[in-house]
């Protein structure tokens, strides 16, 4: 248990001294930091130690600490929002630890102005090379039991320093050895803290986390203290049991009103089975060991607070019972938050998964404490407002006959946590690609040896239109569209059957190099000429110095074990399928799914896409913010939609006089039922064939003869009509 050397550094009075450092003519002067609110002069939220001299505490406002100190100075604190800000003493603090961890890689942030530190291996270094031992090194270190508590007298922290070096025999006992060590390296660091910063800060120095913290409150300011674990009973006999860390709440007052201790020796008489019996074994046998002085919390790496949050209370009258109150501030620390965490995002790279929403509701005049926590899924104001809001609603009534909040809202406060590192994913996300998908790209598409594409190749037809719209300037894009031709052709099967067939472009167009952050794909639209189509029998074959990959399918009674045996564009679709299902989740991608990377979604997969879409679309509905109508697909057999993303190119919503629906790009959307209606005009079928079905079409849709090789086809041979839309299916 004496193995480690941990140190508490404490900063004195910290925000006022950030203030006198800001302004230097307010050092060695009586000065007090208030809140914003000047009602009786403010709230103190730090007193340096001139004016503690006088009598002056933090629980006084400020009238009543001009009684005790007339010349006190009273300092309010930044204001934002109708709220403090404590930026300046956030950024100083990072000053702080930004020295401390020159001195260990082994730093915990406690607060805005305590750090740990676990010196134990700084200190097995030093005694390597240290051999004599001076007295004098150790300028303001005090010893718990060689000197009266809360004394600074320098006279009596020598004499106890020397004594306490003579009773451990010249430092010979190794855990003393250790401490003595810990204390000289403390030394250094609180100077070096003080000559970078100017901040002076104290210290204490023990074997674990508690005993430190007790340690360093004993002798301020700008001093440190050394717990010996053979000192601590001595200690103990004096010290009340709520003043020991985890000891200040309700664990606490049931120590004290259950087993009637006031001190920490009183905890002495009681074994470790009683304390089991009385609580649980875990609570039990730490406070068991903790009135021993032994506890074994580590000192975690840590630099960075698990949480960032935002509070107000609302005292009194101030109490919060009205609907446009409640939303004024919900709003104002919904803005706090979101600054907070975009600024720590940029800094430190990680993103909040979850929020908590605190609050103290005045329930028959009393504050009843509460929380609710929901999933962060935007750092947007009206994101968090939303979210907050509604858990808010969870816990108080409302009675809008009236515009009542029951019960009144005496504190509210967000804060976010549960942080993750995002950049992480975003690595892994294309280290996978790059193994993956990449590689299926070259086995299914041979670009080597792609052919020019022709003038009637490269003509576009409104689809093609419809899908090749230039990025505007604002870097709005379009889903990118499959890269491959679509045409119909059309062969005689064996059994004197119409068979249905369907040519890929085998060529793939290679993005260029300068274009890679804005890749368009373009569909190739083949012109309708069956006498430049030669006869295919489901093979693959060259034409015009064009490669395809045929797909020969029969519109009636198809075999399965037929379709297996081919090279079907359903089999190419079912391996990319089968890929897919091995990348990361959208989830992972994007965690923050309200915030989309348009750039890195313009270079993702459609299929890929298409999830992260329904996965926002998904999400806009829980929230009931946006209401977004179901675009149906044309190909009304499989019931697929169109992602949302390529039917839009604004944010505001528009509603459909012919379908009803509420669409973002109401012009594109238009374009949609004149493409229905014209597919309908030109085919006069009501209903597409699925291409894995077998079913027969009405008798009373319109039939066409079709020519296969220049040569005309038996009228019972009528081709089973595929509407455009069949193209657009994954």
Sequence with gaps: MTERVISLIDMDCFYCQVEARLNPSLDGRPMAVIQYNQWKGGGIIAVNYEARDKGVIRSMRGDDAKKHCPEIILVSVPTVR?????????????????????????????????????????????????????????????????????????????????AWLEDSDSLKNTAS?????????????????????GFKCSAGIAHNKILAKLACGLHKPNRQTI???????????????????????KLGDNVVE??????????????????????????????YNIARGLDNEPV?????????????????????????????????????????????????????????????????KKDNASSKSVVLSSYEVDKIFIVAEQALRKVCKVDPSIDNWYPPIKHLGLSAGKFSNSSNKILKFFKLSE???????????????????????????????????????????????????????????????????????????????SQKDNIKRKLFNLENDDNELEHIDGKKTETDSKKYFVIEQSAVNLNEKNVEKK?????????????????????????????????????????YRNKVMKLKESFDRDLNTKEHGVINNIAVSNGEKLSS??????????????????????????????????????????????????????????????????????SDNTKKMKSIDMFFKK
């Design 82 to 162: 109708e709220k403090a800000d404590l930026t300046r003493y956030r950024d100083a603090g990072r000053e702080v630890l930004a020295v401390l961890c020159r001195f260990s890689n082994c730093v915990q942030r406690a607060s805005v102005d305590e750090a740990y530190i676990d010196l134990t291996k700084a200190v097995e270094e030093r005694m390597k090379s240290l051999s004599q031992f001076s007295p004098d090194k150790w300028k303001s270190t005090f010893v718990v039991g060689y000197s009266t508590n809360s004394s600074n007298d320098e006279g009596e922290r020598k004499n106890g320093f020397r």
């Design 435 to 513: 193994n993956s998908n990449l590689n299926s790209t070259k086995t299914n598409c041979n670009t080597d040896n792609a052919a020019p594409i022709s003038e009637n190749e490269n003509k576009s037809s409104f689809f093609e239109r419809m899908f090749q719209r230039d990025v505007s300037d604002s870097n709005k894009k379009l889903n990118m569209v499959p890269d491959f031709s679509k045409h119909d052709l059309y062969v005689d099967s064996e059994d004197s059957q119409s068979s249905m067939v369907k040519a890929v472009n085998e060529n793939r167009e290679s993005p260029d190099e």
């Design 227 to 249: 717990l010996p674990l053979e000192c601590v009973l001595e200690l103990y006999k004096t010290l009340p049991v709520k003043k020991i860390k985890n000891l200040g709440g």
């Design 258 to 287: 259950k087993l009637g201790c006031k001190t920490m020796s009183d905890l002495l008489k009681f074994t470790e089975k009683e304390l089991q019996a009385k609580y649980d074994e875990k609570a039990g046998s730490w406070l």
């Design 177 to 197: 050895l250790k401490l003595a060590v810990g204390a000289l390296i403390v030394e250094e660091i609180r100077e070096t803290v003080l000559s970078e910063t």
């Design 300 to 364: 975690t790496a840590r630099l960075l607070s698990k949480s960032i949050g935002c509070c107000k209370n609302f005292p009194g009258r101030a109490a919060l019972n009205k609907t446009k109150d409640v939303h004024h501030w919900i709003n104002k620390l919904a803005e706090e938050l979101s600054e907070r965490l975009l600024e720590d995002e940029v800094m430190n790279k990680r993103r909040a998964n979850l929020l908590t929403v605190s609050m103290h509701l005045e329930i028959n």
């Design 645 to 714: 993303e390529s039917l839009s190119a604004g944010n505001s919503s528009f509603k459909c006089e012919e379908c009803g629906e509420i669409v973002e790009d109401y012009e594109l959307h238009q374009d949609m039922h004149v493409a229905i209606k014209l597919d309908k005009e030109l085919n006069s079928i009501p209903q597409v064939v699925n291409r894995t079905s077998s079913s027969t079409i009405n008798d009373k849709d319109k039939k066409r003869k079709l020519k296969s090789c220049g040569k005309k086809k038996n």
């Design 567 to 607: 090279n079907t564009l359903t089999n190419f679709l079912n391996q990319q399928v089968k890929q897919e299902e091995e990348w990361i989740k959208p989830e992972e991608l994007f965690p923050d799914i309200s915030q989309i990377d348009d750039d890195l979604l313009s270079a993702l997969p459609l299929s």
